[in-house]
């Protein structure tokens, strides 16, 4: 699935650079935490940030041994307001993130990994697992992102770790895209169901990525359908050009045309 997934990317994105490095980061959580896959990641040269299983790590150990001076708050992100750009960040109360790194043993992972840990207090009504410490709820992640660097404190780090959560929201609007029922009683039909359903996913990831201004790009199937696909429109040529009319009185008019202008004009593969 790596493979297929990095295959799809743009060639320049996928060219190493002089160090062999790729521009491109894969997060998942700890069910990707093997010795084979993150092997498999440095290989092709990408970065990787999975989450750690404590099964393999004596986290305990490590954790007697950091310093409290060594723990800095962790970033709670926050949605950017209508002036602002990009997403801002801000002190989590209730959380830090320590390295842990030289603290336990990482033989048979990829040179460079790294062990970063995050404690926080628990949400109301969370409850304590076996490897929490002292009331407090302790997790972490492997990296092999390197020291220094635009964006590389450690709570910069553990803040680009937590957000590969937004995969549950594509699981989510993977059911808005068929993925909620199998109707068929058949294998081999449900199967080919599947690969529909994966295919709109792509096409609409594609489409807001392409062609979606900023403030549209976040759209989930319901909203894209109600807004954008749904629209009734008529595509006219006229001197050569290819013209895209929708009723101006549409509140999204303007974002429809401006993804069929952006569309148009990319180069025909």
Avoid at 162 to 171: G, K, S, W
Wanted: hydrophobic letters at 45%.
């Amino acid at each position: 699935m790596l493979d297929d997934a990095l295959a799809q990317l743009p060639a320049p994105l996928r060219a190493p650079d002089e160090a062999g490095r790729v521009a491109v980061l894969v997060r998942t959580d700890a069910a990707g935490a093997t010795k084979e896959f993150a092997a498999h990641l440095h290989d092709h040269g990408v970065e990787f940030s999975v989450g750690a299983s404590f099964a393999h790590l004596d986290v305990h150990s490590a954790l007697a041994q950091i310093p409290a001076a060594a723990w800095t708050p962790a970033y709670q992100a926050r949605k950017p307001r209508a002036a602002e750009t990009g997403v801002q960040v801000e002190p989590r109360d209730g959380a830090w993130v320590a390295e842990a790194t030289s603290l336990v043993e990482l033989r048979g992972w990829p040179p460079g990994t790294r062990l970063i840990l995050r404690k926080e207090h628990p949400h109301p009504g969370a409850q304590l697992r076996i490897t929490d410490v002292e009331g407090l709820r302790i997790t972490g992640f492997l990296t092999n992102t390197a020291r220094g660097g635009p964006g590389g404190q450690l709570a910069d780090l553990e803040l680009r770790h937590r957000r590969h959560a937004r995969v549950e929201d594509r699981i989510r609007t993977a059911k808005d895209t068929g993925l909620a029922n199998l109707p068929f009683h058949d294998t081999d039909q449900n199967r080919i169901w599947v690969a529909i359903t994966a295919l709109a996913q792509d096409l609409l990831a594609w489409c807001a990525r392409l062609a979606l201004p900023t403030t549209a790009a976040g759209y989930e199937p319901k909203r894209l359908r109600l807004r954008i696909l749904a629209t009734a429109g008529r595509l006219v040529r006229t001197a050569r050009r290819r013209v895209l009319h929708i009723d101006p009185t549409w509140p999204w008019a303007e974002t429809i045309t401006t993804a069929h202008t952006r569309l148009a004009a990319l180069a025909v593969p």
